[in-house]
């Protein structure tokens, strides 16, 4: 079992900057990934950026170059580098962790960009 918890949400104006982190318990040695998706009202879950343990990431093309992914393997902690946010990435965040085939989700946190 792995427990994910997410913090650094809020509100923030267009061009601002948020940083999230997700913090994990549990069962951590057995992840093999870990990542952000948000929903959006109305919207489908979409992923946003993921890590693997060995450092490779992926973004999607929304938020390259605005997002930065990283880990901190000693506090077991991902983080989420936002800068440059737009209305358009507001959303509800979650973070992921992979382990054992399969995925847990945190409660999430709210980023809403608005001026």
């Known amino acids: 079992q792995v427990q994910l918890v997410e913090s650094g949400g809020g509100l923030v104006q267009p061009g601002g900057s948020l940083r999230l982190s997700c913090v994990a318990s549990?069962?951590?040695?057995?992840?093999?990934?870990m990542g952000w998706y948000r929903q959006a009202p109305g919207k489908q879950r979409e992923v946003v950026a993921t890590?693997?343990?060995?450092?490779?990431?992926n973004y999607r093309d929304s938020v390259k170059d605005r997002f930065t992914i990283s880990r901190d393997n000693a506090k077991n902690t991902v983080y989420l580098q936002m800068n440059s946010l737009k209305p358009e990435d507001t959303a509800v965040y979650y973070c992921?962790?992979?382990?054992?085939?399969?995925?847990?989700w945190g409660q999430g946190t709210q980023v809403t960009v608005s001026s």
């Open positions: 549990g069962s951590i040695s057995s992840i093999a990934a």
């Open positions: 992921t962790a992979v382990s054992l085939s399969r995925a847990y």
């Open positions: 890590i693997t343990n060995g450092g490779s990431t």
